[in-house]
């Protein structure tokens, strides 16, 4: 398999963690990333990776409880939304702080009208700046579902509508939901996944509760742990988990996975296309290793030379004739062609999150349970092959 010939920086606090964040910020690329407070005081730190003199700088606040989840909130680089790792606190909305104080700023704690007062294990913000959205996800066994909030207002933020739980429209029984990402560019559209099933939710027919509008009741063989969705184009959607495989699929016609990936020997915790450019997959894992794959025949690109190609009368206008040429042929985007582009075996111990930074669309850095946190890059080679 290719492995990484680039050069890995490493940041490394030696403290269990579980939560990596990608930060907005115009001149660096910055990640949030925090501990569970276990055995020692919890921490956030804010870490900035400065590409052009290949520097590391963090900042490090104190917080009053371990994290379990963490995300960045897209239109306000100074705030974050974070789950307490005890399950004993509502989800806090947290400010962090631009005159040295030792510890974050909690703006407001989630209202819980919606969840029934169940404590969180993940917290979702929506991609764009221009949607204020954001998911908090119970812990196993809870009836109440998933609640979206709205965070327009951060002091005070509201419930919106729910996901799931008792009561959910939903064709099938539905296991506790692990995962979930919003579509990229609809506010009432998004996608969970709940033991092996992957789904799509609305709310334009009810406001109140979501309504489901697409099921894969069997989309892996395992538990799904990670979705998330193309950001160019929102109906594929990427999915991985226990089974150690990562599918892709196209949720109009969801009757097989487009792509199915098998480059990791133990369970898959995250999955991420790339923000800029579609073609690039991250996938990380138990088995350490952080995984760049091209996925170019289910990319924008692919589709734009595909339907370039139907203009001239060279091709069937099917839709999945979109996807014709999949499985790394080459399909006269440069020498792209799909496939494992490097394997990244820095860390020793499960990784549990890989994240594209905000700033640079070819920077991407990843978090293992011990508390080391690498920052890479797309290789050169690969970039080439997208830019020319």
């Avoid at 115009?26 to 990333?33: E, I």
């Avoid at 055995?39 to 590409?51: C, G, K, L, N, R």
């Avoid at 704690?109 to 119970?138: E, F, K």
């Avoid at 988990?241 to 199915?260: K, N, S």
């Amino acid at each position: 398999m290719p492995s990484n010939t680039g050069t890995s920086y490493v940041y490394g606090i030696e403290r269990p963690t579980l939560c990596l964040t990608a930060l907005p910020h115009p001149q660096t690329n910055r990640f949030a990333l925090a501990t569970l407070g276990i055995a020692e005081p919890a921490e956030i730190h804010i870490v900035d990776f400065d590409t052009d003199n290949a520097q590391i700088s963090s900042q490090v606040f104190k917080h009053s409880c371990g994290i379990r989840s963490l995300t960045g909130l897209p239109w306000d680089p100074t705030l974050l939304l974070a789950t307490d790792s005890t399950g004993c606190k509502a989800p806090q909305v947290l400010r962090i702080p631009d005159n040295g104080d030792a510890s974050v700023e909690v703006v407001a704690a989630l209202p819980q009208s919606l969840n029934d007062g169940t404590a969180a294990h993940l917290v979702v913000a929506h991609p764009s700046v221009y949607c204020r959205d954001a998911a908090v996800v119970p812990l196993p066994s809870s009836t109440a579902g998933t609640t979206i909030y709205d965070l327009d207002r951060p002091g005070s933020p509201a419930a919106k509508y729910s996901v799931g739980g008792t009561g959910a429209r939903t064709l099938h029984h539905m296991e506790d939901i692990e995962a979930l990402a919003f579509h990229p560019t609809a506010s009432s559209l998004l996608s969970t996944a709940d033991g092996t099933s992957l789904r799509s939710w609305d709310t334009r027919v009810d406001p109140q509760r979501a309504t489901l509008a697409m099921s894969i009741e069997c989309a892996h063989s395992a538990k799904i742990r990670t979705l998330d969705h193309n950001p160019n184009l929102p109906y594929i959607v990427a999915t991985a988990g226990d089974d150690g495989h990562v599918r892709v699929w196209d949720t109009r016609v969801p009757t097989a996975a487009l792509m199915e990936i098998a480059n990791h020997s133990h369970w898959v915790y995250s999955v991420a296309f790339n923000p800029n450019h579609d073609q690039l997959l991250l996938s990380a894992g138990a088995d350490g290793l952080v995984n760049l794959e091209s996925v170019v025949s289910v990319s924008s690109a692919h589709v734009v030379a595909h339907h370039a190609e139907e203009t001239s009368g060279d091709a069937e206008s099917d839709v999945s004739s979109d996807y014709s040429n999949q499985g790394g042929s080459d399909i006269g985007l440069g020498q792209a062609t799909d496939g494992l582009v490097a394997q990244f075996d820095d860390h020793e111990t499960s990784v549990y999150a890989a994240r594209w930074s905000l700033a640079d669309p070819w920077i991407f850095a990843s978090l293992s349970f011990d508390g080391r946190m690498v920052i890479n890059s797309v290789p050169r080679e690969e970039k080439y092959k997208i830019l020319l």
